[in-house]
């Protein structure tokens, strides 16, 4: 496994955790997943034109 494919495992882990479904978390709405989402995004994007 490359580092790419490691950091793109983690990364969606964090994603799922930072859903709102914990009581403490509700008030904060889909900004942490939306953050860490875009970030998986540009992780995609970047290993699908090899630069990772």
Known sequence: MTLG???LIV???LLL????T???SAGWGYYPSGGLGL???IL???L?????
């Open 22 to 24: 914990w009581p403490h």
């Open 11 to 13: 990364l969606v882990l």
């Open 39 to 41: 970030v998986v995004l």
């Open 48 to 52: 699908a034109t090899g630069r990772i």
């Open 17 to 20: 955790g930072a859903l709102p």
């Open 44 to 46: 995609v994007v970047l």
């Open 5 to 7: 494919t490691i950091l």
